[in-house]
């Protein structure tokens, strides 16, 4: 029972000993009483043995004759004493003769039925927060979550009118309501909603707050393959999958950025599977995982204007539409420079959480500020070596486990495609050959990615993405069929590019003595096909490596960009950015990247000045064995 103030009396009710009377708010229950305690009542009928009393709303009963002491008509008002709760729901009370009490009021505290444990056909009531407000042409549905799960709650007003308009997105909410089987899964029929405040809405907070903290503990995963350099990223994305965990929980939706490459591919595709699983598993709604989360290319190696200005709309438009929170912003293989602080501060507006996992090297001070998780090599004192694809692939069997077995190769995959030099590639290629894929079906999965990814452009393209990667793929025939034609075809569009490029590819020894490559891609390569300057760039420079077995470094420009790639030379392609952006006064260098590979973009009138800028600082880099290709994965 609830105490509520005192009345009756100016005493101190600590330390006053006078009997207590009950005064029952309206919807109290038998839940709220205990027999032989005293109640203020109301007769609601006069019989000839005795007057019925009301205590509350929902508990009425007889005072026999046998224990009034005065006569009564409705409406009277008098203290009673509950004698008995009969097993057939009847009640007995006393009349109560008190000369001298204290008052106490008690509030309703309903019997609380987890979401977690409904049943159809049950009167519930179920204390929760809101996460979802979907106007229908018909009743308003209330998406609730507790600590045990998520039910839809239908409330009806109206066709068509908003049902309890007071109740927002976030509200800590009373419902009662009878459960009821809709498509497979339990719904409340709504009859009452009541937003909670003060306490009875704090205490409702902190308990759902506990329950998806706990819910939200991603999985205890062994590492794929042991090295020393990746678990200096384990606690921090183990934090991001219990953070991605509870966003799913609460029913918030999930937008996922990654950058149009295999590296980036292989990075969100185990993600973006890992948690539709996980979203199916706590969501009763068939449509869940395809509201819920959405994963969309980005062209650029950081996050657009023009990216964040269609992500805002599509959230926005969701909000409206179908009554969800704003979306969680996850940025993968990308989004940790400065060149993303204009769309951040533009999701900032809208208090839209970010997340960034990605191996470029960043600009914290710049970002961090910004987003509310943030992990990458280069911030434990590793490096690019460690790709995106390798620490989502442990991302995602920390979401869910059981994807496990479909990703053992996605490692070898995403460090073949991004060139890696880790030390470890050896032990993911023979994980890999472990479940059947030679290392030269590694390097035509990856290139079917890339080609893939061109193609698809802005396009999430699911299927075919899961298909060529052999992830949530139902067929495994369709994968390598796919992966033959989608590979063969990149293999003669690259030829195709670097055969128009070769006459055309100028070459200087730089004065460390590493060889420099470069070629006007504007005015020599194929444009608006496969590949793109950033690939014919990296192909190009392959190409020359094996050729030379030398240090490299090539630059593929256009009118206003230049793409680098270095073998062997340390050339600390952010560093030079930023030099350059403070030296070549109206350059307007910006770009990125990590030390062997990166982009930049200048004003086109200043190009010969920023390339000749360029090319100094790299005669001055220093040439790094570490970096080569010889060093690599043995072949």
């Known amino acids: 029972m609830t105490a509520g103030t005192a009345g009756n009396s100016g005493t101190d009710a600590d330390d006053d000993s006078r009997p207590i009377v009950y005064d029952l708010a309206p919807g109290c ?62 009640i007995a009370f006393t009349e109560a003769d008190l000369d001298d009490y204290r008052t106490v009021a008690v509030d309703h505290q309903p019997t609380v039925t987890p979401i977690g444990a409904l049943e159809t056909g049950a009167t519930v009531t179920v204390e929760a927060t ?19 799960g998520i039910v839809a709650c239908t409330a009806f007003e109206d066709a068509g009118v908003r049902a309890y308009p007071e109740v927002e997105l976030d509200d800590a909410v009373r419902v009662s309501g009878t459960v009821e089987e809709h498509e ?80 980036g591919m292989c990075a969100s595709l185990p ?24 994963r969309l290319p980005s062209k650029a190696p950081y996050y657009e204007m023009e990216d964040v200005t269609r992500d805002l709309n599509f959230a ?82 920390m979401i869910d486990s059981d994807i496990t077995d479909e990703l053992r190769h996605v490692p070898a995959v995403a460090g073949l495609a991004d060139r890696s030099k880790a030390e470890t590639m050896s032990d993911f290629v023979d994980l890999a050959d472990a479940e059947g894929y030679g290392r030269e079906d590694l390097v035509r999965i990856g290139e079917a990615l890339d080609y893939a990814a061109h193609w698809l452009r802005y396009s999430e393209g699911k299927t075919l993405v899961s298909d060529v990667l052999n992830v949530d793929c139902d067929e495994a025939g369709r994968h390598e069929e796919l992966v033959d034609f989608l590979a063969d075809r ?29 070629v006007d891609l504007d005015d020599f390569a194929h444009r608006f096909t496969y590949p793109a300057p950033g690939k014919t760039t990296g192909n190009l420079h392959d190409r020359k490596v094996e050729e030379t077995g030398d240090p490299v470094i090539t630059i593929g420009y256009g009118p206003d960009f230049a793409v680098l790639r270095s073998d062997g030379v340390r050339l600390d392609i952010p560093e030079m950015v930023a030099e350059l952006d403070e030296e070549v006064v109206g350059g307007g260098v910006s ?20 390339i000749d800028a360029l090319v100094e600082k790299m005669a001055d880099a220093e040439l790094d064995e570490a970096l080569s290709s010889a060093t690599a994965l043995d072949t």
């Open 29 to 90: 229950t038998t839940d709220d009483v205990e027999v032989g305690d005293y109640y203020h009542a109301v007769v609601n009928g006069v019989v000839a043995y005795g007057v019925f009393v009301d205590v509350s709303d929902d508990i009425s009963g007889l005072v026999h004759e046998s224990n009034l002491t005065d006569s009564y008509d409705v409406d009277d008002r008098l203290l009673v004493r509950l004698d008995e709760i009969r097993e057939n729901g009847d």
């Open 184 to 263: 497979g899964s339990p719904q409340i029929e709504v009859e009452s909603l009541t937003r909670l405040t003060d306490e009875d809405a704090e205490r409702v907070r902190e308990r759902v707050d506990a329950g998806l903290d706990t819910r939200a503990e991603p999985h205890d995963v062994d590492p794929l393959v042991e090295w020393d350099a990746f678990e200096k990223l384990r606690p921090d994305l183990r934090a991001v999958a219990k953070q991605l965990r509870r966003t799913v929980l609460e029913g918030r939706p999930i937008r996922v950025r990654h950058h149009a490459d295999g590296d």
């Open 591 to 610: 770009g990125g990247g990590h030390l062997v590979v990166g982009s930049i973009k200048f004003v086109q009138g200043m190009r010969s000045e920023v």
């Open 130 to 148: 809101v996460s979802q407000i979907k106007q229908t042409a018909g009743p308003t549905v209330f998406r609730c979550c507790d600590d045990t």
């Open 316 to 397: 926005l438009e969701g909000q409206e539409r179908h009554g969800q929170k704003l979306p969680l912003l996850l940025m993968l293989d990308n989004g940790s420079t400065e060149e993303d602080v204009p769309a951040y501060k533009n999701l900032a507006h809208y208090d839209v959480p970010i997340v960034v996992v990605d191996h470029h090297h960043p600009d914290p001070e710049a970002v961090d500020d910004l987003l509310d998780a943030h992990v990458n090599p280069y911030l434990v004192d590793e490096d690019y070596r460690i790709t995106t694809g390798m620490m989502c692939v442990e991302l995602a069997r």
């Open 490 to 518: 990149a293999e003669r569009d690259i030829d195709r590019q670097l055969a128009a490029l070769d006459p055309h590819v100028e070459h200087e020894r730089l004065d460390n003595d590493a060889h420099l490559y470069h």
């Open 271 to 294: 993600v973006q599977v890992a948690l539709e699983r996980f979203i199916r598993s706590v969501h009763d709604d068939d449509g869940a995982p395809r509201h819920l989360i959405k």
